[in-house]
């Protein structure tokens, strides 16, 4: 048993299960025994010790190659744009009381059609996760954000409900990208060690658009009407069409199987029956699995130095090219189906569960927020409202500067403590802050608002939520990540189904709230947040067993080549 999560009985090496230290008189040496990790590629500086997991091929063009300043430039020009995504969907929900005024409709029923923007993204997913999968991330980024500025522009000019809406759907299908692409471009181009600190950069500018945007949006609308927030996101997201033309490469790419470490993808019963009884010779009675290992390491150095190495590095006017051909060859529709039969894997469904019900509860909180607090006793302005967000924006800020760092070193020390080994479910460890201390931010949040608390009580649990809620994010994504990085955009595509979720109670979390009380309905969704915590704790343990499982079962096997 490695650190609690138990061992499988099966297979000798577990896709997601990898070296990634070098741990001096380990017995387990790697993830099939006896492997000589002097064989493969390590990081650098304080990380020496590290394994590179994926193991990046000789080619100068493949992204894991890039330098790290590359990476870093062109994810903190994706982050910028997310932020900005993250901003356009709540961002008039400061104005709702005064838009239900304008548009002569309740604040349930302006409430609950936007919300089919919320099931527009989660549908939308499916369509732009698969064209990504087949061509490419680069085009599909630059959609949606073309597809963003169209209906902002399209947003300034609206004067009716239903011409906002029919602009707000269209802008709900460009921001589907941002929802499952950013981890998936994270996963491209960085190894396992480096991920966490740029998924909680990815998450933190996510937060600080959703929570800081409507921050800026009240006043905007206080001084200048609704409609001038498309106004100036329309001239944001132009100005990034450009930016994302000239700094952000295509980071698809196809690499020799041998080299995915984590997924176990070598086929070692293709060897020749001579190579592998001289592999057997060199360990000199060693168990078979150690030969096998050493066969892995031979399969990798010629990985490496087969057609790559001569490939020469392409060149800046190359990488313009908006689009550079098929990355997949598997047919468009059998991609967009794949989403749905993935719900099938435990993984996969543990972290819709775990990720979708978790996030859902901000959406629905934060399109709620005009309802709540400018009513007595609080009486808050439109631009007080919007000022609401800073606690959500404070609690992003400190969790992202905090989850990230934290769960690199995690996986890290633990692999280190695992005899080198690293598992997936170690990233489940953080769930445990999201389970103590978004807890507490649920119940604390209605239980305030209930006896009508001051003001900075209930500012203070919602901005708490934020804080617990990144770990979660940032635990399932790498999870997800680390399990199933061959299909990341399938997976990530099926746990969005969480907007449909968000969608349903969108629709009538403002009706439950005036009959029933915050008090009651947050304490609910409380309890169920702290359920959906505990199950990360058979998660973590039979988690191994349950990757083994979905790799050798042929249903499973049947789903990924779908």
Known sequence: ???GVLEDKYLSHVPGTALLTDVIDSENYGPRGGLNAAALRHGKGKDSDVVLVPQPSNSPNDPLNWPLWKKDLMLFFICIDTAVVGAWGPMISPGFVE????FDISYNKLNGDLGYGILMIGLSCFFTNSMAVVWGRRPVFLLGNLLLFISSIGGYYAHSFNALLGFRLVGCVGMSPFEV???T???DIYFVHQRGVRLAAWGLCLSIGVGGGTIISGYIIEDLGWNWTYGICAIMFGVWIIVLFLFCPETAYRRDDSLNTDLGTTHLGAEQPSRREGAKMK???????????????EAIERAGTNGAWSEKKHSYWHDLKIYHGRVSDDPFWKVLARPLLMLV???VLFSFFAYGLTTSWLVVVGSVLAQLFTAPPYNFTVSGVGLVSIASLIGALIGAFIS???ADWIIKAMSRRNGGIYEPEFRLVLIVITFVLGGMSFFGFGWTLQDKAPWIAPVIFYGLQYFSVGFMTIAVYGYLTDCHRDKAPEAFAAINLRNIYSFGMNYFISDWISNQGPKEVFCIIGGVHVFICLCAIPMYIYGKRCRSWTSRKKIFEKVMKA
Do not use: C, H, N, R
Request: proline share 9%; charged share 20%; glycine share 8%.
């Open 1 to 3: 048993m490695g650190l």
């Open 99 to 102: 838009m239900t005024k304008q």
């Open 181 to 183: 692409l950013v981890t």
């Open 185 to 187: 471009t994270i996963a």
């Open 283 to 297: 360990f000199d009675g060693d168990s078979p699995a150690a030969a096998d290992a050493e066969i892995e390491v």
């Open 345 to 347: 894997f435990p993984q």
């Open 404 to 406: 990230g760092p934290i």
